[in-house]
């Protein structure tokens, strides 16, 4: 077994303890893993808008774990319900079988989504709700005898999850590079919508790029609108660095699909429930699409549980043929997991009750002038917000991209606050349950990292 690295990176401000486990066997996802076991960041607990690490420093939680715990953590109703749950009936299948709990959860939740999306299919996390949301295109369009209909276009700089159909409708680089040997034929991408040079420090949606949406209609003289099954995009882009759309781009968006019988698909893992002040971004920003992703904040990141919602016609189309076959050879052994289907029940019961969508669009304006207060900060070129998320975009430093992005994360969280960088951006996304105090506090220590890093 390796040594045992022994917190070589903390400073003052954070306790240091002699223990940690072996971080030698856990290959982790998404972390530059020799940096990490050199250099540990272990939590151990978590309350309300806090962490607590393994050495018991508090941690303000600026990111809801991983946009996933939305009415914070530590809810005593969702443990409840998962332990009543698990002792009742610890699992049962979805396949030919069905247990009352996931009907119930389907039905909850189309009471929260736009007009229209009445149908739910239940996968465990968003990469799964993506490639769902894709087969499911094209068993639609074959259904409804259009079966050349097989093209996709995603976007670039979009994340959809890590699956095949996932990295091959998204647009990070580095997400497909080392596998863009085996991607989906097919796929086009549309422009990015990011905008630095004439919409930095926007606040809310710029008014600049809608006609970025018109690179469709090229896409559909380029290949046909009889090859094409589905435009796949985020609302609000998470991943790449908060990137909102332009005013009337989705819009547009959705205007050209309807046009040519094309599929609209909003991944909203990251902007359903309550991110940007409404239920779903679609309502937020008034589009209606055919199908919307969802995981994370389902269930605030309690068991993993992702949910397709899909539009009644879609639905309708596929329940063709004889009624003793399955219409749609797809689904996961947990799909609608009972003890995930009731972290989620009691999950949307505190969202309800506690008014927390709407306590994200209230907040929205305190949030967006407490980021906006660190424009003029060394190296700071940029500012994006909507509902409770921001991204705050750095120049990159002689070091190379990304690295003072890591060092502004790594600084702030040493000192007591969590946040997310992805490059030179940082996102910050707190539970919707923060207070303006601590929004002042998480801004004020990013604000303390941006010049202590330079
Ligand atoms: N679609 C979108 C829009 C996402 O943001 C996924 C799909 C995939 O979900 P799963 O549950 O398979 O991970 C995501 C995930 C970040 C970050 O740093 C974002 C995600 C995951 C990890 C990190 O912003 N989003």
Same mark, same amino acid.
């Given at each position: 077994?390796?040594d045992?690295p022994?917190?070589?990176?903390s400073?003052?401000?954070h @306790?240091?303890?002699?223990? +940690?486990?072996s971080?030698e066997?856990?290959?982790m =996802?998404?972390?530059?893993?020799?940096q $990490?076991?050199?250099?540990?960041?272990?939590?151990?607990?978590a309350?309300?808008?806090?962490y607590t690490?393994?050495?018991?420093n508090?941690?303000?939680?600026a990111?809801?774990?991983?946009?996933c715990c939305?009415?914070g953590?530590?809810?005593?109703?969702?443990?409840?319900?998962?332990?009543?749950?698990i002792?009742?009936?610890?699992?049962?299948?979805?396949?030919?079988?069905?247990?009352?709990?996931?009907?119930e959860?389907?039905?909850?939740?189309?009471?929260?989504?736009?007009?229209g999306l009445?149908k739910? $299919?239940?996968?465990?996390?968003?990469?799964?709700s993506?490639?769902?949301?894709?087969?499911m295109?094209?068993?639609?369009?074959? &259904?409804?005898g259009?079966?050349?209909?097989?093209? $996709?276009?995603?976007?670039?700089?979009?994340? +959809?999850g890590?699956?095949f159909?996932?990295?091959s409708v998204?647009?990070?680089?580095?997400?497909?590079?080392?596998?863009?040997? @085996?991607?989906? @034929?097919g796929?086009?991408?549309?422009?990015?919508t990011?905008?630095?040079?004439?919409?930095?420090?926007?606040r809310?949606?710029s008014?600049?790029? &809608?006609?970025?949406?018109?690179?469709?209609?090229?896409?559909?003289?380029?290949?046909?609108?009889?090859?094409?099954?589905?435009?796949?995009?985020?609302?609000m882009?998470?991943?790449a660095?908060v990137?909102?759309? =332009? @005013?009337?781009?989705?819009?547009?968006?959705?205007?050209?699909?309807?046009?040519?019988?094309?599929?609209?698909?909003f991944?909203?893992? #990251?902007t359903?429930?309550?991110r940007?002040?409404? &239920?779903?971004? *679609?309502?937020?920003?008034?589009?209606?699409?055919?199908?919307?992703?969802?995981?994370?904040?389902?269930?605030?990141?309690?068991i993993?549980?992702?949910?397709?919602?899909?539009?009644?016609?879609?639905?309708?189309?596929?329940?063709?043929g004889?009624?003793?076959l399955?219409?749609?050879?797809h689904?996961?052994?947990?799909?609608? +997991?009972?003890?995930? &289907?009731?972290?989620?029940?009691?999950?949307?019961? #505190?969202y309800?009750?506690?008014?927390?969508?709407?306590?994200? $669009?209230?907040?929205?304006?305190?949030?967006?002038?407490?980021?906006h207060?660190?424009?003029?900060?060394?190296?700071?070129?940029?500012?994006?917000?909507?509902?409770?998320v921001?991204?705050?975009?750095?120049s990159?430093?002689a070091?190379?991209?990304?690295?003072?992005?890591?060092?502004?994360f790594?600084?702030?969280?040493?000192?007591g606050?969590?946040?997310?960088a992805?490059?030179?951006?940082?996102?910050?996304? =707190?539970?919707? #349950?923060?207070?303006?105090r601590?929004?002042?506090?998480?801004?004020?220590?990013? *604000?303390?990292?941006?010049?202590?890093?330079?």
């Amino acid at each position: 077994m390796a040594d045992l690295p022994l917190n070589s990176s903390s400073d003052a401000s954070h @306790q240091s303890s002699t223990e +940690h486990p072996s971080l030698e066997h856990f290959w982790m =996802p998404f972390t530059a893993n020799r940096q $990490f076991k050199a250099s540990p960041r272990l939590l151990a607990k978590a309350e309300g808008m806090y962490y607590t690490d393994i050495d018991g420093n508090k941690v303000l939680d600026a990111t809801a774990g991983l946009w996933c715990c939305n009415a914070g953590h530590g809810r005593r109703e969702i443990s409840e319900a998962v332990s009543n749950q698990i002792k009742q009936m610890d699992y049962a299948p979805s396949f030919q079988m069905g247990h009352p709990i996931a009907f119930e959860l389907a039905e909850r939740l189309t009471e929260l989504s736009p007009e229209g999306l009445n149908k739910v $299919f239940f996968t465990n996390s968003g990469s799964e709700s993506v490639d769902t949301a894709l087969k499911m295109a094209l068993c639609y369009h074959r &259904a409804n005898g259009q079966a050349s209909r097989t093209r $996709f276009i995603g976007r670039e700089m979009g994340y +959809h999850g890590v699956g095949f159909g996932g990295i091959s409708v998204g647009g990070l680089s580095n997400n497909r590079k080392a596998f863009s040997g @085996q991607l989906l @034929q097919g796929v086009d991408h549309l422009p990015h919508t990011l905008d630095i040079q004439n919409a930095a420090f926007t606040r809310g949606l710029s008014p600049f790029g &809608a006609e970025k949406a018109e690179v469709l209609e090229q896409l559909v003289t380029l290949h046909g609108a009889e090859n094409i099954a589905a435009v796949i995009v985020e609302p609000m882009s998470g991943s790449a660095g908060v990137i909102l759309p =332009p @005013q009337g781009y989705l819009k547009r968006l959705r205007e050209i699909t309807q046009k040519y019988g094309i599929l609209l698909i909003f991944d909203e893992v #990251i902007t359903a429930f309550g991110r940007v002040g409404a &239920a779903f971004a *679609s309502q937020r920003w008034g589009v209606i699409p055919d199908m919307i992703t969802t995981a994370k904040a389902i269930n605030n990141g309690a068991i993993p549980m992702g949910a397709v919602f899909v539009q009644d016609f879609i639905h309708d189309t596929c329940m063709q043929g004889p009624t003793e076959l399955i219409e749609f050879f797809h689904g996961y052994t947990y799909s609608g +997991h009972p003890v995930a &289907a009731a972290a989620a029940l009691a999950t949307l019961s #505190i969202y309800e009750n506690e008014q927390l969508f709407e306590r994200s $669009f209230e907040l929205e304006r305190y949030f967006e002038d407490a980021v906006h207060s660190l424009k003029g900060l060394p190296n700071v070129i940029d500012i994006r917000n909507t509902g409770l998320v921001a991204g705050i975009q750095f120049s990159p430093n002689a070091q190379g991209a990304g690295k003072r992005g890591y060092g502004v994360f790594e600084h702030c969280f040493r000192h007591g606050t969590l946040v997310r960088a992805t490059g030179d951006i940082i996102a910050m996304s =707190p539970p919707l #349950i923060v207070d303006k105090r601590e929004i002042d506090q998480m801004v004020n220590s990013l *604000s303390d990292a941006i010049n202590a890093v330079g």
